[in-house]
């Protein structure tokens, strides 16, 4: 079983930066784990994935500015988000499931239901 929990919201202006963590209990090391976001109104969207330090992937709002990164020694996952926009205000979720090939990686990396494991979610507000 693995349980998630998000930290590191906040509010912020347009701009600035933050950092997302997420702890993990158990061992992930063979689990896919992606960033995810849901606005008030809208349905959750993919932010980023990774399936290893090589494969990683965004959405195309996101892209140039986020960073997914993974400490296997930590448990923890992060996402770095540079530049924020006011449309960057969401709650972020953390989440995972059991790895299988890169190719089927490749196909489902963004896709929240292929996502079987959820943290509670964490507040980011980006102000103009």
């Known amino acids: 079983q693995v349980q998630l929990v998000e930290s590191g919201g906040g509010s912020v202006q347009a701009g600035g930066s933050l950092r997302l963590s997420c702890a993990t209990s158990?061992?992930?090391?063979?689990?896919?784990m992606g960033w995810f976001r849901q606005a008030p109104g809208k349905e959750r969207e993919g932010v980023a994935a990774r399936y290893s330090d090589d494969d990683t992937s965004y959405a195309d709002s996101v892209r140039g500015r986020f960073a997914i990164s993974k400490d296997n020694a930590k448990n923890a996952l992060y996402l770095q988000m540079n530049s924020l926009k006011p449309e960057d205000t969401a709650m972020y979720y953390c989440a995972a499931y059991r790895c299988r090939t890169r190719l089927y990686w490749a196909q489902v990396r963004l896709w929240p239901r292929q996502y079987n494991y959820w943290g509670q979610g964490t507040q980011v507000t980006v102000s103009s």
């Open positions: 158990g061992d992930t090391s063979t689990y896919c």
